[in-house]
């Protein structure tokens, strides 16, 4: 946003004779977002974690524009009156912080051994390695200095650690600035990618839902890598084998794992494909739609509301906005509740109202199965509490 404020603001117009440059596209989708995020609120940056669990849920247009135009969700979630507790806490984070920096101490030596042992054991040890400044002005200056840097270290034949460099990722048509804690270029110039947890591993195991988790902001990584490499010549091997590195037991002293992603790195890629683009969402809002978390909860509803939701369960541990959304469908009955496999089944019955109806008979087709398979267990739960009702009868007599 700083590129559009920067030539809206300088100067007072365009010098007299002179036709003023033309909007492109993307200046344009910048400053259409920049409206409905509200023109004095900075954009919250798009990190993986929120990335890949938006590539969880593609179908959900509300929350794709909310990311997509930085949207504070956590502020907007407590504007609406319905605050989240998702997130990492800050004891966590400070010492999520103090393990990442140990492990990265002294150039980066012991996470550099770590990968020569985990992932390329036929190269020569890390001795003379490379470690390039990435600092740069905003998120678009350190993603070319990170882009350069990753060319130069591709043909330097050395191992080199690039210390939370800078990725792009195109997502629905918007560019996503993506942080990963590092990245290792080997001596032939493939590139790999480290994921550094807090989370112990005790005796030689760590919780799966927590390794599956970086697995998945890993694999997204890789894509916006992948997207780097596409544009060099000869384009460098992206590795698909990522390392893992966490405390070990008890203490602080780092342990690691290869964990292959090429799963994780599909799946999130064919969502993130599925995505509808971020300028279809927003040129069907209303006029003057605007997200501030300082406008009135009415109007801040209204906005919500106006872009459609799919809400799961799975929805309260990977967004803000949660509590929110589950309000709002169990007020309207929706099936979506009760879990994607349900709604799933259930075919074209959206609301509860619809399913108890088909049922009993009062609504519905026949030869759907859905309607067919509703209707067969209702007569199967008569046949039971009618079987129950019959024992008690007879048990009183």
């Known amino acids: 946003m700083s590129d559009f404020h920067a030539s809206a603001t300088s100067g007072s117009g365009p010098e007299p004779g002179r036709t003023p440059p033309p909007r492109t596209r993307e200046t344009a989708l910048r400053h259409r977002l920049a409206e409905l995020r509200g023109p004095d609120v900075p954009p919250k940056a798009l990190d993986a974690r929120a990335l890949a669990a938006l590539a969880a849920n593609p179908g959900c247009r509300r929350r794709a524009i909310l990311d997509g135009a930085g949207v504070d969700k956590t502020s907007l979630a407590s504007a609406l009156g319905a605050p989240s507790v998702f997130g990492q806490s800050q004891f966590a984070f400070v010492r ?18 770590l990968v020569h042992e985990k992932l390329d054991r036929d190269a020569e040890p890390p001795r003379d390695t490379q470690a390039p400044d990435l600092t740069a002005d905003g998120p678009r200056g350190r993603t070319a200095r990170t882009e350069l840097a990753l060319r130069e270290a591709t043909g330097a034949a050395a191992w ?34 480290v994921e550094i947890k807090s989370f112990p591993v005790l005796d030689g195991s760590a919780d799966p839902a927590k390794v599956g988790a970086a697995a998945r902001q890993a694999a997204v990584y890789v894509l916006a890598l992948e997207e780097l490499a596409a544009r060099l010549r ?28 090429r799963k994780q790195r599909a799946v999130t890629g064919r ?28 109007e801040l509803t209204a906005a919500v509301e106006a872009v459609p939701a799919a809400y799961a369960p799975e929805c309260l541990s990977a967004c803000e906005l949660a509590f929110h959304c589950r309000a709002r469908s169990r007020a309207a009955g929706a099936v979506t509740t009760l879990g994607r496999q349900a709604r799933a089944e259930l075919g074209g019955l959206a609301t509860v109202d619809d399913v108890l109806a088909a049922a009993d008979g009062a609504a519905g087709d026949p030869d759907d199965p859905a309607v067919a398979a509703l209707r067969r267990a209702a007569e199967l739960r008569a046949e039971a509490l009618g079987a129950r009702a019959g024992t008690l009868e007879a048990a009183c007599r």
Do not use: Y
Request: negative net charge; aromatic residues 4%.
């Open 96 to 113: 999520g912080n103090a393990f990442e920096a140990r492990v990265k101490a002294d150039g980066g030596a012991e996470l550099l051994r």
């Open 160 to 193: 080199t650690l690039l210390d939370h460099p800078m990725l792009a990722l195109d997502v629905a048509g918007s560019p996503a600035f993506l942080e990963p804690d590092a990245v290792v270029v080997h001596p032939d110039g493939s590139w790999t990618v």
């Open 234 to 261: 000869p384009a460098p091997r992206v590795r698909h084998r990522v390392l893992l590195v966490c405390p070990k037991d008890f203490s602080n002293l780092p342990t690691a794992a290869a964990v292959d992603v």
């Open 271 to 298: 969502q993130l494909a599925r995505l509808t683009r971020i300028e279809e969402i927003a040129d069907a809002l209303p006029e003057g739609t605007c997200f501030a978390p300082d406008r009135p909860a009415e």
